[in-house]
């Protein structure tokens, strides 16, 4: 089975390698076949660099949309419960006598212009 390494693995071979400049010395040292040091040699240190950055800015994207998913399913509660509270509220009311402003009335009152 093919052993996987991840990019900042590589990044610290190639690094070593750049230092000791022996692929044997820095095969022995990270655990690594001499073949395979040298491929990621030939892919080069910029590359896995990049793809370092690339791999941050993914995992910083996603913890930003994973916080917003939270945040969208705390509102999404809020307004649940407000609902209830609201439901609850105006039948507490109606059984209570409570009266309520008749559309018409209701509607004159909000055509008056505020007085200044």
């Known amino acids: 089975m ?3 390494y ?4 590589k990044i610290e071979a190639l690094r070593y390698l750049r230092n000791v400049k022996s692929i044997s010395k820095a095969a022995r ?9 040298a491929s990621w040699q030939q892919i080069g240190l910029e590359t896995f660099l990049q793809r ?3 791999n941050l800015l993914v995992d910083a994207r996603n913890q930003d949309a ?7 399913q705390r509102l999404e509660q ?4 407000l609902r209830q509270t609201v439901r609850h509220y105006f039948n ?3 059984r209570e006598g409570f009266a309520t402003v ?3 009335q209701a509607s004159r009152n909000n055509m008056r212009p505020f007085a200044r």
């Open 29 to 37: 040292k990270f655990d690594v076949h001499m073949s395979t040091l």
């Open 66 to 72: 994973r916080a917003l998913l939270q945040r969208i």
């Open 78 to 81: 809020e307004n649940s419960v």
């Open 92 to 94: 507490e009311s109606d």
């Open 2 to 4: 093919k052993r996987r």
């Open 102 to 104: 008749p559309k018409a």
């Open 6 to 9: 991840q990019n900042q693995f």
């Open 52 to 54: 370092e950055q690339a």
